[in-house]
T-cell receptor, first 113, second 114 residues
Framework: NAGVTQTPKFRVLKTGQSMTLLCAQD?????MYWYRQDPGMGLRLIHY???????AKGEVPDGYNVSRLKKQNFLLGLESAAPSQTSVYFC????????????FGPGTRLTVL | AQSVTQLGSHVSVSEGALVLLRCNYS??????LFWYVQYPNQGLQLLLK??????LVKGINGFEAEFKKSETSFHLTKPSAHMSDAAEYFC????????????FGAGTTVTVRA
């Protein structure tokens, strides 16, 4: 099992450019999440999904969109990147919510110039 | 709303010494509590979690944490630090009122001195 994988690992964008981050999991998990990690702020939830075809907003959703067309994939899009979106992005998945462990991908380091 | 406070953004310990990382939470309903560890350039992985039952929880790599409701705390300890414990540690809480979404603390970076 690969667990949770993320593509790409690194990316540099110019302000206003768009991109999509791909997250894939092979554990048949229902729940998937996108977080951003910034120094001194821990991880903050951007969007999440409770199953195929569903998405919901997290704590910091502005400037991002997501889609979950297939159960195993969760895409995070930036339509018009801004320097404030420079961060490390982590995808996670879990079988259920609540007490279930979230399994994290290795992260994508994004820099917006 | 739930929240997590980790006291101390950096902790330095000698190899073989006690590791103590402090976490306090706020929640108006029974919480679920977690400690995650992040090694350099990696994603987070679960160390341990408290759901219900025994308040002293044992995790991987010799770590344990105790849920103290009266103190709203979930401090993480390890009796004897190893060089491989150098990492960033995150405390997190989830509860019914927040639809069981995780809220993370700011993290504590642990360095281990030889």
């Amino acid at each position: 099992n690969a667990g949770v994988t993320q593509t790409p690992k690194f990316r540099v964008l110019k302000t206003g450019q768009s991109m999509t981050l791909l997250c894939a999991q092979d554990m048949n998990h229902e729940y998937m999440y996108w977080y951003r990690q910034d120094p001194g702020m821990g991880l903050r939830l951007i969007h999440y999904s409770v199953g195929e075809g569903t998405t919901a907003k997290g704590e910091v959703p502005d400037g991002y969109n997501v889609s979950r067309l297939k159960k195993q994939n969760f895409l995070l899009g930036l339509e018009s990147a801004a320097p404030s979106q420079t961060s490390v992005y982590f995808c996670a998945s879990s079988l259920d919510r609540g007490t279930d462990t979230q399994y994290f991908g290795p992260g994508t380091r994004l820099t917006v110039l | 709303a739930q929240s997590v406070t980790q006291l101390g953004s950096h902790v330095s310990v000698s190899e073989g010494a006690l590791v103590l990382l402090r976490c306090n939470y706020s929640s108006s309903v029974p919480p679920y509590l977690f400690w995650y560890v992040q090694y350099p350039n990696q994603g987070l992985q679960l160390l341990l979690k408290y759901t219900t039952g025994a308040t002293l929880v044992k995790g991987i790599n010799g770590f344990e944490a105790e849920f103290k409701k009266s103190e709203t705390s979930f401090h993480l300890t390890k009796p004897s630090a190893h060089m491989s414990d150098a990492a960033e540690y995150f405390c997190a809480v989830s509860d019914l009122n927040n639809d069981y979404k995780l809220s993370f603390g700011a993290g504590t970076t642990v360095t281990v001195r030889a």
